[in-house]
């Protein structure tokens, strides 16, 4: 019995042991591999929530975010009149006509009838955001770009289609470098799609900035930062048109531009608490312009900038506003060139002398000052309406003036309002009404006659204004 125990066994085991060696033989049935999910993440820069989802294989969380909006626009901007010094004819003398958007000259009643006054606009917009925590806080990598359409009045795509970066930067322990808003400007263009009398660079025309901003605590901060200052421009040639030459940040009259040698230089302290906010900055603007008789100039311009902002309480997205800023050979920062339609003549149909410096033609330069102030509400009537109004007035004046000057004194002012429905979350209808209203002096060199070219029309006009209004459908995502 015991040795047929054993055999039993050991058969039993032979079994156990071919079908193990046979099983090794046999290919592998693994489980499936886990799935890697796509992890939200949330971290918070400057007080707001960054909400995004986790690059794989790092700790940097992504955000995207846009809009597309698209939009029409009317107006009875139809007045344009150009400001041009005719010399060569034995006197100086001023020309004035109602000129098609970029151009001077023509008959008045042809270019009267061909300018715009219905218009379409569409944007697209696309944003990418890069945050990771560090020791030292969050590090920071936001880009944007913009996609524009347009024809006909006051569209944004200058009558076609155009595409550029509107802002790309870094930011990391209070370190800010790459093309972002402005330190210089306490708000940016307005409750409006065009602008009030603010210095801007906010809403577009960012500078390239290297900047660092210190924190205090309590919401108080104070920044350096130096900035491109823009090209300049001038006006159709060097001895003669005074017409600025399209809303840049420098202007230099019958002269041209001299070249950037320095940044802009813009210090800030601002505040911001429950009850609102507030911004006190100031700005040094160096000006370098060369005429056609050798003439030179190199000079540095300013310009302070103060506002504040109040919350109204129990009404959550409800403020008042108030912002005023003060400029010597530094115009644009005056918030003048930025402003609606900028002031230029292809616009709001009277042409400002905006810029920076202007040429006497006798080895001097003359000075412009300018300033502006302006206030806006804004007012959450409902959880879905929002309605606001701004008003803004400026003025520019010029001193050093010789008897055959061309340069004038302006002043304008700009009154609207904005009213939003918002139905549904991501989707903005909106619908805003601007007027402008600008008045320029007669130049001291004006003298009608002269040889003026047919079709111009010989007079002085030195008023005009007109009204844009404008109805948007925008997505935000």
Known sequence: MTLFKSLLLGS?????????AQAADLPTRKGPVAAEYVRVCSITVAGTPVVGFVLPGS???????????????????????????RSGTGSRFQTINNAVPGAVGGPKSTDVFRRDSFGYTTRYNLTLD??????????VAHGEYQFNFGTGFDNTGAGGSDGGLNRAYVTWAGLTAGKIDSFFSFTGGGLAWANFF??????YNQPDVLAYTA???????????VESEGPGSIGANAAGPIVQAGGSEAAIYNAAWGGQRFPDIVGALSVHQAWGAAQISGVAHNVRGVAADGATL????????????????????????????WSQNATWYSGLPDAMWDGT???NGQAMALGDAGYNGNGTWARPEAWSVTGWAQFAVSPTITLGAEGSYG????SNLTPVSMLSNSKAFLVGGVAHYDPVKNLDFEFELLYENTKTDQPIGYLPGGGIATGFTNAWHGNADGFAARFEVTRSF
Do not use: H
């Open 345 to 347: 003549p292809n616009d």
């Open 215 to 225: 924190s205090f605590g309590g919401g108080f901060a104070a920044t350096i930062s």
């Open 59 to 85: 700790d940097t969380c992504l955000k995207i975010s846009g809009y597309i909006t698209g939009q029409v626009e009317g107006g009875n901007i139809y007045q344009s009149y150009s400001v041009a010094d």
């Open 198 to 203: 603010s210095p801007d660079r906010k809403g």
């Open 130 to 139: 890069a945050v990771s925590n560090t020791a030292y806080g969050p590090l």
């Open 298 to 325: 190199n000079k540095w311009g300013w310009a302070i900038d103060a506002g504040v902002s109040f919350n109204i309480p129990n009404l959550a997205g409800s403020m008042v506003g108030l912002t005023g800023v």
């Open 12 to 20: 039993a085991a032979g079994v156990v042991a071919v079908a193990s």
């Open 395 to 398: 003025e520019i004046r010029w």
